[in-house]
């Protein structure tokens, strides 16, 4: 068995346990559907009532009959039905899903392209003036939390501009692309500004590091150009924990981005799950929690893979 | 390098472009609101979101106005008989479903089997119970057989919990995913959480609408619903949180509406468990309460305080109840002739953002207690949670925002009876609280039904289960190409029907 092989067979253990948890769970907190339905008018059912409602929920069986009736289902591709959108699970998500995966994606590509040429630039200006700044400004983009930059954001365009992007509907990519691009680029700015800090950080020290390691030593001794000491010998080591970084911070960012898609009203997967577990759509909740896991992991796989190719000296599996 | 910065601009540009392109369509009223709708069936439904969405779409048997009057809606006229044991219908014979079909008096009994059977779960079921048989004699009358006077009957089937929705519909079971109502709109499409169109229904007896329809968005954060009227992007929105609510008018171009609401903030006191058994210890917490004050620091002074009953027609001057000023002298005394001189500790629970003052109003009121020794520790959770212990009655204080009702009756009999469902939560039931309700329940002299309700104003307040504080504002803000909307205290957009956009 290869290394990709095994890592692939623990993908449905992991899967099994995440939506055991995540059944207990949903399940613990108290209030269930019936109370996110009814609020405090819950109170004024008479019994038949409640068990009435109680089996449209299915909340009649026991726990261990309600997971093994939605394993069943799960196995066979049926997540099960969301009782607030009265439509598949699976549906659901796959319609709430491209919002996030584009969000994701933008975010990442204003991290990439702020984080790392700021990183390196910050790294061979070591303890220059230039090198404080940029430290400064990434210590307060991780540090301010991204409602604050979602609100500013917003309020300096409604105010000063007097315009805004569309809120509350999606419009997919391939149905007007500028629209859409109109829509997400705030979103993807405020999410990229944290995210591009931690990757000037981390680009910026490990750069640091390998400035000083031997074959760059080497390689300056021998005359090679500075330019081509960092882009050719430094950086392609350099890039290990950037990718490590930014593969986890993906990874989340594929669960959504719950606050950011709250502030800017962006129908994404974190808000869908947000709103899943405020009503207690448990089926809802559990094939959301279930799909994020599977993308985490599946991202999580991609970062090892790309670090065997970055990094002849990583054998992956190597007893 | 150069290509790369000339994409930049233009993609900047694009956006740019693609910002300040304004969606032509001058006629559809472009909305927002915080909260959306949870479900479609109008009598399971019960929060204000699913409420405020289905009072636009279907209607029941009669409507209350702004002045809280009951009026027409599907019926055109209404009597109760000699003995209030009867109440016929006349319907509108104009009134028709979205689908071009009649409302009948079969369509009528048959929402009302639905509501009273007890496999639907309606939310209203229990305000109904007095109904025995439903007669349909002819094909625009219906007639309700009941089985002991009733008033406040009428004024319950006002609720969109009551709404007629056709027979057909209940017959094909498709009520909590199709929508065919009578009222003034049509709902197209709904992605929950997200937006709903609406298109106003040419099939509406009320008339034609000056609006082709509503486009509706919801934005979750209410900073964001007010930069949206900024710019235009929206007309028409609905505000929850007094503290974004205030900063509307200072905007150009934009109009805050308050109406005053019948649904009261309250502190609800556990009267059955420690110290707080204690009467004189209750009347110590009333009186060691500022309302006014509570109000002012919560909510900014957006609201006025009030007794138990919120309804202009039955509401009391609340200086003439009791310790509705603040006396921390005569608290104090109260608190020493209880042996409590030295006061006692208790936990206070508190929704998270429902309503969004609420840990504002908790912190308010523990700084008061703090003054006669109580010592008060804030329990704040997810309003879930929430719910499942207020409906255990498992809290010793509890902030609270409960919702109000047009008729005294039907706000408190779940609370304030001997077989109230929720007189387990209320904590607290005596005689006199029982017979005055159930003598207003059967009293059909208005005069003296205000009376009696009165005498349960005075009594609840003297006697102290709960500590009334105030009732806030229900707020809309438009631009000012919007005119003609008209709130009600029951917080409808019904209003909305009367609406017309401008340049």
């Given at each position: 068995?290869?290394?990709?092989?095994?890592?692939?067979?623990?993908?449905?253990?992991?899967?099994?346990?995440?939506?055991?948890?995540?059944?207990?769970?949903?399940?613990?907190?108290?209030?269930?559907?019936?109370?996110?339905?009814l609020g405090?008018?819950a109170?004024?059912?008479?019994?038949?009532?409640?068990?009435?409602?109680?089996?449209?929920?299915?909340?009649d069986?026991?726990?261990?009959?309600?997971y093994?009736?939605?394993?069943?289902?799960a196995?066979?591709?049926?997540?099960?039905?969301?009782?607030?959108?009265?439509?598949?699970?699976?549906?659901?998500?796959?319609r709430?899903?491209?919002?996030?995966?584009?969000l994701?994606?933008?975010?990442?590509?204003v991290?990439?392209?702020?984080?790392?040429?700021?990183?390196?630039?910050?790294?061979?200006?070591?303890?220059?003036?230039?090198?404080?700044?940029?430290?400064?400004?990434?210590?307060?983009?991780?540090?301010?939390?991204?409602?604050?930059v979602?609100?500013l954001?917003?309020?300096?365009l409604?105010?000063?501009?007097?315009?805004?992007?569309?809120?509350?509907?999606?419009?997919?990519?391939?149905?007007?692309?500028?629209?859409?691009l109109?829509?997400?680029?705030?979103?993807?700015?405020?999410?990229?500004?944290a995210?591009?800090?931690a990757?000037?950080?981390?680009?910026?020290s490990?750069?640091?590091?390998?400035l000083?390691?031997?074959?760059?030593?080497?390689?300056?001794?021998?005359?090679?150009?500075?330019r081509?000491v960092?882009?050719?010998?430094?950086?392609?080591n350099?890039?290990?924990?950037v990718?490590?970084?930014?593969?986890?911070?993906?990874?989340y960012?594929?669960g959504?981005?719950v606050?950011?898609?709250?502030?800017?009203?962006?129908?994404?997967?974190?808000?869908?799950?947000?709103?899943?577990?405020?009503?207690?759509?448990?089926?809802l909740?559990?094939?959301?929690?279930?799909?994020?896991?599977?993308?985490?992991?599946?991202?999580?796989?991609?970062?090892?893979?790309?670090?065997?190719?970055?990094?002849?000296?990583?054998?992956?599996g190597a007893? | 390098?150069?290509?790369?910065?000339?994409?930049?601009?233009?993609?900047?540009?694009?956006?740019?472009?693609?910002?300040?392109?304004?969606?032509?369509?001058?006629?559809?009223?472009?909305?927002?609101?915080?909260?959306?709708?949870?479900?479609l069936?109008?009598?399971?439904?019960?929060?204000?979101?699913?409420?405020?969405?289905?009072?636009?779409?279907?209607?029941?048997?009669?409507?209350?106005?702004?002045?809280?009057?009951?009026?027409?809606?599907?019926?055109?006229?209404w009597?109760?008989s000699?003995?209030?044991?009867?109440?016929?219908?006349?319907l509108?014979?104009?009134?028709?479903?979205?689908?071009?079909?009649?409302?009948?008096?079969?369509?009528?009994?048959?929402?009302?089997?639905?509501?009273?059977?007890?496999?639907?779960?309606a939310?209203?079921?229990?305000?109904?119970?007095s109904?025995?048989?439903?007669?349909t004699?002819?094909?625009?009358?219906?007639?309700?057989?009941?089985?002991?006077p009733?008033?406040?009957?009428?004024?319950?089937?006002?609720?969109?919990?009551?709404?007629?929705?056709?027979?057909s519909?209940?017959?094909?079971?498709?009520?909590?995913?199709?929508?065919?109502?009578?009222?003034?709109?049509?709902?197209?499409n709904?992605?929950p959480n997200?937006?709903?169109?609406?298109?106003?229904?040419?099939?509406?007896?009320g008339?034609?609408?000056?609006?082709?329809?509503?486009?509706?968005?919801?934005?979750?954060?209410?900073?964001?619903?007010?930069?949206?009227?900024?710019?235009?992007?929206?007309?028409?929105?609905?505000?929850?949180?007094?503290?974004?609510?205030?900063?509307?008018?200072?905007?150009?171009g934009l109009?805050?509406?308050?109406?005053?609401?019948?649904?009261?903030?309250?502190?609800?006191?556990?009267?059955e468990?420690?110290?707080m058994?204690?009467?004189?210890?209750?009347?110590a917490i009333?009186c060691?309460?500022?309302?006014?004050d509570?109000?002012d620091?919560?909510l900014?002074?957006?609201?006025k305080?009030?007794?138990?009953?919120?309804m202009?027609?039955?509401?009391?001057?609340?200086?003439?109840?009791?310790c509705y000023?603040?006396?921390?002298?005569?608290?104090?005394a109260?608190?020493?002739?209880?042996?409590?001189?030295?006061?006692?500790?208790?936990?206070?629970?508190?929704?998270t953002?429902?309503?969004?003052?609420a840990a504002?109003?908790?912190?308010?009121?523990?700084?008061?207690?703090?003054?006669?020794?109580?010592?008060?520790?804030?329990?704040?959770?997810?309003l879930?949670?929430?719910i499942d212990?207020?409906?255990?009655?498992d809290?010793?204080?509890?902030?609270?925002?409960n919702?109000?009702?047009?008729?005294?009756?039907?706000?408190?009999?779940?609370?304030?009876?001997?077989?109230?469902?929720?007189?387990?939560?209320?904590?607290?039931?005596?005689?006199?609280?029982?017979?005055?309700?159930?003598?207003?329940?059967?009293?059909?002299?208005?005069?003296?039904r205000?009376e009696?309700?009165?005498?349960?104003?005075?009594h609840?307040?003297?006697?102290?289960?709960?500590?009334?504080?105030y009732?806030?504002?229900?707020?809309?803000?438009?631009?000012?190409k919007?005119?003609?909307?008209?709130?009600?205290p029951?917080?409808?957009?019904?209003?909305?029907?009367?609406?017309?956009?401008?340049e």
């Amino acid at each position: 068995m290869n290394y990709l092989t095994r890592r692939l067979v623990t993908f449905p253990l992991v899967m099994l346990g995440v939506s055991v948890l995540v059944f207990i769970s949903i399940r613990l907190v108290p209030g269930d559907a019936i109370t996110a339905m009814l609020g405090t008018e819950a109170g004024l059912l008479t019994p038949a009532q409640r068990a009435a409602l109680e089996t449209y929920f299915g909340m009649d069986q026991s726990w261990f009959g309600q997971y093994w009736h939605w394993l069943g289902g799960a196995l066979h591709g049926d997540l099960g039905i969301s009782v607030t959108y009265g439509k598949p699970v699976l549906d659901v998500i796959l319609r709430v899903f491209p919002l996030t995966l584009e969000l994701a994606l933008l975010s990442m590509i204003v991290a990439l392209a702020i984080g790392l040429p700021a990183g390196i630039y910050a790294a061979t200006h070591a303890e220059k003036p230039s090198d404080l700044i940029v430290r400064v400004v990434a210590m307060i983009g991780q540090s301010t939390p991204s409602f604050v930059v979602a609100l500013l954001a917003i309020y300096a365009l409604s105010v000063w501009f007097g315009v805004l992007p569309a809120m509350g509907t999606f419009t997919p990519l391939f149905e007007d692309p500028l629209k859409n691009l109109a829509q997400m680029i705030l979103p993807a700015l405020t999410l990229g500004f944290a995210f591009a800090a931690a990757v000037t950080r981390i680009s910026r020290s490990a750069m640091l590091d390998i400035l000083s390691d031997d074959y760059v030593r080497t390689a300056r001794a021998k005359g090679v150009p500075q330019r081509k000491v960092i882009w050719h010998h430094a950086l392609p080591n350099a890039l290990i924990p950037v990718v490590t970084v930014s593969g986890v911070e993906f990874g989340y960012l594929l669960g959504g981005a719950v606050i950011v898609e709250q502030v800017f009203a962006l129908p994404g997967l974190g808000r869908t799950v947000l709103d899943a577990i405020l009503q207690r759509d448990y089926a809802l909740v559990q094939g959301s929690v279930l799909f994020i896991a599977l993308n985490f992991m599946i991202v999580n796989l991609l970062v090892d893979l790309a670090y065997a190719a970055l990094d002849p000296r990583i054998r992956l599996g190597a007893q | 390098m150069g290509r790369v910065q000339i994409k930049t601009i233009a993609s900047a540009l694009a956006i740019a472009a693609a910002l300040a392109a304004a969606p032509a369509s001058a006629e559809t009223l472009k909305m927002a609101w915080s909260q959306d709708a949870t479900g479609l069936d109008p009598h399971k439904q019960t929060a204000f979101a699913s409420i405020r969405l289905l009072e636009l779409v279907y209607e029941p048997l009669v409507r209350t106005d702004a002045e809280l009057n009951v009026v027409p809606a599907i019926a055109s006229s209404w009597e109760f008989s000699e003995d209030g044991k009867t109440l016929t219908f006349k319907l509108d014979p104009n009134a028709k479903f979205s689908n071009g079909d009649k409302v009948m008096p079969v369509d009528v009994k048959a929402s009302f089997e639905r509501i009273l059977d007890e496999a639907t779960s309606a939310a209203a079921r229990s305000n109904f119970l007095s109904i025995e048989t439903i007669d349909t004699p002819d094909d625009e009358t219906v007639v309700f057989n009941l089985s002991q006077p009733d008033v406040p009957l009428l004024t319950a089937m006002s609720s969109i919990n009551a709404a007629i929705v056709p027979a057909s519909a209940i017959e094909a079971g498709t009520l909590g995913t199709e929508t065919i109502g009578s009222g003034p709109f049509v709902l197209d499409n709904w992605e929950p959480n997200s937006s709903e169109t609406l298109t106003a229904n040419e099939n509406w007896a009320g008339g034609e609408l000056a609006i082709d329809g509503l486009d509706i968005s919801v934005l979750p954060d209410e900073t964001a619903i007010l930069a949206s009227l900024r710019t235009g992007q929206v007309d028409f929105a609905l505000i929850n949180d007094p503290l974004v609510a205030t900063l509307v008018p200072s905007n150009p171009g934009l109009t805050l509406d308050r109406e005053p609401v019948l649904s009261y903030h309250v502190l609800q006191l556990n009267a059955e468990e420690g110290a707080m058994k204690e009467l004189k210890v209750r009347q110590a917490i009333s009186c060691a309460i500022d309302r006014q004050d509570v109000l002012d620091a919560a909510l900014l002074g957006e609201g006025k305080v009030t007794g138990p009953l919120t309804m202009p027609a039955f509401a009391t001057d609340p200086s003439e109840l009791f310790c509705y000023t603040q006396d921390l002298d005569k608290a104090k005394a109260l608190m020493e002739e209880a042996d409590y001189a030295d006061g006692f500790s208790a936990k206070v629970m508190a929704a998270t953002g429902e309503p969004p003052t609420a840990a504002a109003e908790a912190q308010v009121i523990q700084s008061q207690l703090a003054e006669i020794g109580i010592d008060l520790e804030i329990e704040m959770m997810e309003l879930n949670v929430y719910i499942d212990r207020w409906l255990k009655g498992d809290f010793d204080m509890a902030v609270a925002l409960n919702g109000g009702r047009t008729d005294p009756y039907t706000m408190y009999n779940r609370y304030w009876t001997k077989d109230g469902n929720l007189n387990h939560v209320a904590h607290y039931i005596d005689d006199e609280l029982d017979t005055l309700m159930n003598e207003g329940r059967v009293e059909t002299d208005p005069a003296r039904r205000k009376e009696i309700f009165a005498e349960f104003s005075k009594h609840i307040t003297e006697v102290s289960p709960w500590v009334w504080l105030y009732t806030g504002y229900s707020y809309t803000a438009s631009t000012d190409k919007v005119k003609g909307f008209e709130a009600t205290p029951t917080g409808s957009l019904f209003g909305l029907t009367a609406v017309t956009i401008g340049e």
